[in-house]
C-alpha cells in the first residue's frame, strides 16, 4: 500500500521556544503591571472624581442657598420700600385732596366780592366814590386770584410728584417679581437632588443667556430703584410739607383780608350812617327853616299890605291942604310932619318890599337845596342799603368759616382704597 508525502513543518529550536514562553510570560506580567497601575489610578480617580463631584455639589449648593438669601434679602428691601412708596403716594393724594378742597373753597368768596363789587357799583351820584371798601374788595380779588394760582400750582406738583411715585412704585413693582421668580427658580435649583425624577441632560447648558447681567449690576440696579424711590419719597414729603404751609398761608391771607375788608365795610357804614343822620337833622332844619321863613314872608306882605292905608291918608291929607286959600296955603309944622311922615312910609314900604325879595330868593334857595338834599339823602340811603346788602352777603363768608373750619395741616397716612395695590406677601 502506497503513503502520501507531506511537507515538513518550519521546526523551532528548544531555545526559541523557551524565550517564546519567557516573553508570553513577561508580556503577561508586564500587561498585568499596566492594568494594575490602571486599576489604581481608576480608582484613585474614582476616589478623587466623587469627592470632587460631592464638593462641587456641597458648593453650589452653598452657592444657591447665598444667592436665595441675597435675593431674599433685597426681595424684603424692595417689600418694604414698596409699602413706603404706598403709604407715601396715599399720603400724597390725601394732601392733593386737601389742596383741592382749599381751592374750591376760594370760590365762594371771590364770588361774594365780585358780587359786593357788583352791588356797590349801583351807588348814584356822589356816593359812587372809590372808598377804602372797594380798595380792599379789588385787593382781596387779587389775593384770592394769587391763592387760586398757587393752590392750583401746588395741585399740579402733587399730580406730577404722583406720577413720579408711581413710576418708581412700577419700577419696584417688576424688580420685586423678578426677585420672587427668580428666587423661586434658585429654590427650585437647590431642591434638586441626583435621585430627582426631573432631572436630564441639556444641550449646551452652559451658554451664557442673553442680557445676563454681573452681580454687581443686579445689585446696582435693586440699589438704585431703592435710592430713587427714598428721593422721590424725599421730594414727595416736601411737597407735602411746603402744600400744607401753602394751604395754611393762604388761608391766613383771605382770612386776614375778609377781616380788613369787613372792618373797612363797617367803618364805611358807619361814616354812611352818620352822613345820613346829619343829612336827615340838616333837611329837618332846612324845612323847619324853610317854613318859618314863610311864615316871615307872609308877614311882610301883610305889613306891606298894612302900609298902603296910612299912605294913602298922609297923601290925601297932603292933597287936600293943597286946596287951602291965600295965606293960609303955609308950609307949616302940619305940612312937614306930613310930608315926613310920607316919605317915612313910602321908605319903609320900599325896605319891605326889598326884605320880601330877599326873603323870597331865600326861600327860593332853600327850596332848591332842600330838594338836592333830598336827593343826596335817597342817594346815601340806597348806598347805606347796599352796603348793607354787603354786609349780609359777606356773612356767608364768616357761617361757611365756623361750619368748615380750617383745612388740616396735618395728613394721615392711610391707604388708598381705589388704587390696584401688588401683593407683595
Same mark, same amino acid.
Given at each position: 500500500?502506497?503513503?502520501?508525502?507531506?511537507?515538513?513543518?518550519?521546526?523551532?529550536?528548544?531555545?526559541?521556544?523557551?524565550?517564546?514562553?519567557?516573553?508570553?510570560?513577561?508580556?503577561?506580567?508586564?500587561?498585568?503591571?499596566?492594568?494594575?497601575?490602571? /486599576?489604581?489610578?481608576?480608582?484613585?480617580?474614582?476616589?478623587?472624581?466623587?469627592?470632587?463631584?460631592?464638593?462641587?455639589?456641597?458648593?453650589?449648593?452653598?452657592?444657591?442657598?447665598? /444667592?436665595?438669601?441675597?435675593?431674599?434679602?433685597?426681595?424684603?428691601?424692595?417689600?418694604?420700600?414698596?409699602?413706603?412708596?404706598?403709604?407715601?403716594?396715599?399720603?400724597?393724594?390725601?394732601?392733593?385732596?386737601?389742596?383741592?378742597?382749599?381751592?374750591?373753597?376760594?370760590?365762594l368768596p371771590l364770588e361774594v366780592t365780585s358780587e359786593c363789587l357788583?352791588?356797590?357799583?349801583?351807588?348814584?351820584?356822589?356816593? +359812587?366814590?372809590?372808598?377804602?371798601?372797594?380798595?380792599?374788595l379789588k385787593k382781596e380779588e387779587e389775593v384770592i386770584d394769587g391763592?387760586?394760582?398757587?393752590?392750583?400750582?401746588?395741585?399740579?406738583?402733587?399730580?406730577?410728584?404722583?406720577?413720579?411715585?408711581?413710576?418708581?412704585?412700577?419700577?419696584?413693582?417688576?424688580? *420685586?417679581?423678578?426677585?420672587?421668580?427668580?428666587?423661586?427658580?434658585?429654590?427650585?435649583?437647590?431642591? +434638586?437632588?441626583?435621585?430627582?425624577?426631573?432631572?436630564?441632560?441639556?444641550?449646551?447648558?452652559?451658554?451664557?443667556?442673553?442680557?445676563?447681567?454681573?452681580?454687581?449690576?443686579?445689585?446696582?440696579?435693586?440699589?438704585?430703584?431703592?435710592?430713587?424711590?427714598?428721593?422721590?419719597?424725599?421730594?414727595?414729603?416736601?411737597?407735602?410739607?411746603?402744600?400744607?404751609?401753602? /394751604?395754611?398761608?393762604?388761608?391766613?391771607?383771605?382770612?386776614?383780608?375778609r377781616k380788613a375788608v369787613e372792618f373797612a365795610l363797617r367803618k364805611?357804614?358807619?361814616?354812611?350812617?352818620?352822613?345820613?343822620?346829619?343829612?336827615?337833622?340838616?333837611?329837618?332844619?332846612?324845612?323847619?327853616?324853610?317854613?318859618?321863613?314863610?311864615?316871615?314872608?307872609?308877614?311882610?306882605?301883610?305889613?306891606?299890605?298894612?302900609?298902603?292905608?296910612? *299912605?294913602?291918608?298922609?297923601?290925601?291929607?297932603?292933597?287936600?291942604?293943597?286946596?287951602?286959600?291965600?295965606?293960609?296955603?303955609?308950609?307949616?309944622?302940619?305940612?312937614?310932619?306930613?310930608?315926613?311922615?310920607?316919605?317915612?312910609?313910602?321908605?319903609?314900604?320900599?325896605?319891605?318890599?326889598?326884605?320880601?325879595?330877599?326873603?323870597?330868593?331865600?326861600?327860593?334857595?332853600?327850596?332848591?337845596?332842600?330838594?338836592?338834599?333830598?336827593?343826596?339823602?335817597?342817594?346815601?340811603?340806597?348806598?347805606?342799603?347796599?352796603?348793607?346788602?354787603?354786609?349780609?352777603?359777606?356773612?356767608?363768608?364768616?357761617?361757611?368759616?365756623?361750619?368748615?373750619?380750617?383745612?388740616?395741616?396735618?395728613?394721615?397716612?392711610?391707604?388708598?382704597?381705589?388704587?390696584?395695590?401688588?401683593?407683595?406677601?
Amino acid at each position: 500500500m502506497a503513503t502520501m508525502s507531506t511537507k515538513p513543518g518550519l521546526r523551532y529550536c528548544v531555545s526559541d521556544w523557551v524565550t517564546n514562553n519567557k516573553h508570553i510570560s513577561d508580556t503577561a506580567e508586564h500587561k498585568r503591571n499596566i492594568s494594575h497601575e490602571i /486599576r489604581q489610578e481608576g480608582r484613585v480617580l474614582r476616589n478623587e472624581t466623587a469627592n470632587k463631584t460631592n464638593w462641587d455639589n456641597y458648593d453650589s449648593s452653598r452657592r444657591l442657598s447665598d /444667592r436665595i438669601d441675597d435675593i431674599t434679602r433685597w426681595k424684603e428691601k424692595l417689600k418694604a420700600c414698596a409699602q413706603e412708596v404706598d403709604a407715601e403716594m396715599d399720603a400724597l393724594t390725601l394732601s392733593k385732596q386737601d389742596t383741592e378742597r382749599a381751592l374750591a373753597a376760594t370760590v365762594l368768596p371771590l364770588e361774594v366780592t365780585s358780587e359786593c363789587l357788583t352791588l356797590r357799583e349801583g351807588r348814584r351820584g356822589k356816593e +359812587l366814590v372809590s372808598d377804602p371798601v372797594e380798595a380792599e374788595l379789588k385787593k382781596e380779588e387779587e389775593v384770592i386770584d394769587g391763592a387760586q394760582r398757587v393752590l392750583q400750582q401746588c395741585i399740579s406738583q402733587a399730580f406730577e410728584q404722583l406720577c413720579c411715585l408711581q413710576e418708581v412704585r412700577q419700577q419696584l413693582t417688576i424688580d *420685586l417679581q423678578d426677585k420672587i421668580e427668580a428666587l423661586e427658580v434658585d429654590t427650585s435649583c437647590l431642591s +434638586l437632588t441626583t435621585q430627582s425624577p426631573e432631572i436630564s441632560l441639556k444641550p449646551n447648558p452652559t451658554r451664557v443667556p442673553l442680557g445676563s447681567m454681573t452681580p454687581q449690576q443686579w445689585e446696582q440696579f435693586s440699589r438704585y430703584n431703592i435710592t430713587r424711590a427714598k428721593e422721590e419719597m424725599h421730594n414727595s414729603m416736601q411737597l407735602r410739607e411746603n402744600s400744607s404751609l401753602t /394751604r395754611a398761608q393762604v388761608q391766613n391771607e383771605l382770612e386776614a383780608q375778609r377781616k380788613a375788608v369787613e372792618f373797612a365795610l363797617r367803618k364805611r357804614t358807619h361814616h354812611l350812617e352818620q352822613a345820613h343822620k346829619e343829612l336827615q337833622w340838616q333837611l329837618k332844619t332846612t324845612q323847619d327853616e324853610i317854613s318859618e321863613l314863610e311864615k316871615d314872608i307872609n308877614g311882610l306882605e301883610d305889613d306891606m299890605q298894612a302900609k298902603t292905608a296910612p *299912605l294913602k291918608l298922609v297923601h290925601t291929607r297932603l292933597e287936600n291942604r293943597t286946596k287951602r286959600p291965600g295965606m293960609d296955603l303955609c308950609r307949616d309944622e302940619v305940612q312937614f310932619g306930613l310930608v315926613e311922615e310920607a316919605k317915612q312910609l313910602e321908605a319903609t314900604i320900599v325896605a319891605l318890599k326889598q326884605k320880601l325879595a330877599q326873603a323870597q330868593h331865600s326861600l327860593q334857595s332853600l327850596k332848591q337845596h332842600e330838594a338836592q338834599m333830598m336827593e343826596d339823602l335817597s342817594r346815601k340811603q340806597d348806598a347805606l342799603s347796599l352796603e348793607q346788602r354787603s354786609s349780609q352777603t359777606r356773612q356767608r363768608l364768616t357761617v361757611v368759616a365756623q361750619t368748615e373750619g380750617l383745612p388740616s395741616a396735618v395728613v394721615p397716612l392711610t391707604n388708598s382704597s381705589g388704587r390696584h395695590r401688588l401683593d407683595l406677601a
